[in-house]
């Protein structure tokens, strides 16, 4: 079934540990893109990438890397996690296109204690 | 800055009809989307508003008015399922989408 899909469903993380979600489509879609949701709030952009080998930061990009090695994978990478970055993470994909709607992922729901 | 407002939270019974408003002010305007978000799963694309008027699926329309600042989303013939939070989000003239926090909707029998 064509998607996307992340990984892990849910991590319980001790602050100052490094974690890495993972995120892969199978869409051949250009455009990729890291949001977290927090209660209260508007989904907000960590990091995006317009096509394979380039990327660029977001609202919120602070603690947060990826890479876009490829089409398919579109990791986000928490260097030393805080409790602050606990929420909810979506990885999301479009083909790029101005009225192209975003195709989301199941979510990442990460802890930091 | 840039702003979206939606309601926090509406109450509907189930076969009647509801409209969920969404202001916003942003730096340019190049399209309005909104999403169908159920408690703990991944947001769904509903409808995309880019001209003035209404757009109608089956049961969902979203209206847009440009000059007002304004879109809607109709949901008619209620059912239980569409018990969900309703996300509304506009491209702005940097093709960056600005989100709002949503707006929970609350299906009764």
């Known amino acids: 079934i064509a998607g996307i899909t992340q990984a892990p469903t849910s991590q319980i993380l001790a602050a100052g540990r490094r974690m890495t979600l993972r995120c892969t489509q199978d869409?051949?879609?250009?455009?990729m893109y890291w949001y977290r949701q927090d209660l209260g709030l508007g989904l907000r952009l960590i990091h995006y990438?317009?096509?394979?080998?380039?990327?660029g930061k977001g609202e919120v990009p602070d603690g947060y890397s990826v890479s876009r090695a490829n089409t398919d994978d579109f990791p986000l990478t928490l260097a030393s996690a805080v409790p602050s970055q606990t929420s909810v993470y979506f990885c999301?994909?479009?083909?790029?296109?101005?009225?192209?709607?975003?195709?989301f992922g199941n979510g990442t729901r990460l802890t930091v204690t | 800055g840039q702003n979206i407002d939606q309601p926090t939270e509406m109450t509907a019974t189930e076969g009647a009809i509801v409209q969920i408003n969404c202001t916003y002010q942003?730096?340019?305007?190049?399209?309005l989307f909104w999403y169908q978000q159920h408690a703990g799963e991944a947001p769904t694309f509903l409808s995309y508003?880019?001209l003035d008027g209404l757009e109608e699926k089956g049961r969902f329309s979203s209206f847009l008015s440009r000059s007002k600042g304004y879109s809607y989303l109709l949901l008619k013939e209620l059912q239980m399922k569409d018990s969900a939070s309703y996300l509304c989000?506009?491209?702005?003239?940097?093709?960056?989408?600005?989100w709002g926090a949503g707006t929970k909707l609350i299906i009764k029998p």
């Open positions: 999301a994909s479009s083909d790029g296109q101005d009225n192209s709607p975003l195709h």
């Open positions: 869409m051949r879609h250009n455009a």
């Open positions: 990438s317009n096509t394979a080998g380039t990327t």
């Open positions: 942003t730096s340019g305007f190049n399209g």
């Open positions: 508003n880019v």
């Open positions: 989000a506009v491209m702005d003239s940097n093709y960056q989408l600005i």
